[in-house]
């Protein structure tokens, strides 16, 4: 039925899948907003735990409560107010309790979220195909905004994302299974090597393991015949665009730029423009 809709309506299941990754672009806000919080207070308790200290009291914190509030001053948002898009431009990018500042990243993450979306419904049928390029469309941005902010890649994310990415091409849905397993096996292992050997010869800190988790995934969803030309990508992206970042904000190019960001716009380029 969603095939016959989908080439008898194309307007129309577009727009769905546009609404569609509104929504979803909006719950990936709070993902971005949250897991990392959410990070620290485990790191906190396993720190406590094994400095044997007492927990201290404190309120449930997940992805889905509390509900929805000012960051500034706390008070909740109203429902009118968490309309993907619409609501930032409604308010001009200020809260309405206290007139703060409203990010950018919240209407920009939901237009990326909306606009990837369409743009899979284009490239492929209503199928299990779709369905997957949907998932790892949500999981690949979710990583790339918290790399940018954080300097952090989840494993709570890029672990699962590598099984999923063996799981789909069990059935050959992007590339045969032992495609996928060498570029799993292989994207890990470049990534961690690159890192030790620079550890070794600098005596300071490369890549950090959740890059490799990451290129892994990669290679598990893309296959290990892209991974040469997907790191080469990325790397002269990241080059550039430290490049620049001196030129225009005078930040010191020996500092940290994260890499996961640049390695996930390559993995979209072979992904989406490559056949």
């Not at 927990?55 to 429902?79: D, G, K, V």
């Not at 961690?192 to 550890?199: H, N, P, Q, V």
């Not at 890059?211 to 030309?229: I, M, R, S």
């Not at 005078?250 to 380029?269: C, D, E, K, T």
């Amino acid at each position: 039925m969603l095939m016959a809709f989908a080439h008898t309506w194309p307007a129309a299941w577009c727009a769905m899948l546009g609404i569609l990754g509104l929504l979803i672009g909006s719950f990936l806000n709070v993902v971005i907003w949250r897991l990392p919080k959410m990070l620290a207070e485990q790191w906190r308790d396993e720190a406590r735990q094994t400095l044997d200290l007492p927990h201290p009291p404190r309120q449930t914190y997940n992805l889905c409560w509390p509900p929805s509030a000012c960051s500034t001053c706390q008070q909740p948002i109203l429902r009118r107010d968490l309309l993907p898009v619409l609501s930032w431009c409604w308010l001009r990018g200020e809260s309405r309790c206290c007139k703060r500042s409203i990010s950018l990243r919240y209407p920009l993450v939901e237009s990326a979220c909306c606009f990837l979306f369409v743009v899979a419904g284009l490239l492929w049928p209503p199928g299990l195909q779709l369905a997957a390029s949907l998932v790892f469309i949500c999981i690949l941005l979710t990583l790339a905004v918290i790399d940018a902010q954080t300097m952090l890649l989840p494993d709570v994310l890029t672990l699962p994302l590598i099984w999923l990415g063996l799981l789909v091409n069990f059935v050959g849905c992007y590339v045969p299974l032992p495609s996928a397993l060498i570029g799993a096996i292989s994207g890990y292992l470049a990534l961690a090597l690159l890192s030790l050997i620079f550890t070794r010869l600098t005596g300071k800190a490369g890549l950090g393991g959740g890059d490799a988790k990451l290129l892994a995934a990669l290679g598990a969803w893309l296959g290990w015949e892209v991974l040469p030309q997907l790191v080469t990508v990325a790397a002269v992206g990241g080059l550039l665009g430290a490049v620049i970042m001196h030129r225009l904000r005078r930040h010191p190019l020996n500092q940290p730029v994260a890499f996961g960001p640049w390695l996930i716009l390559s993995a979209g380029y072979f992904l989406f423009l490559t056949p």
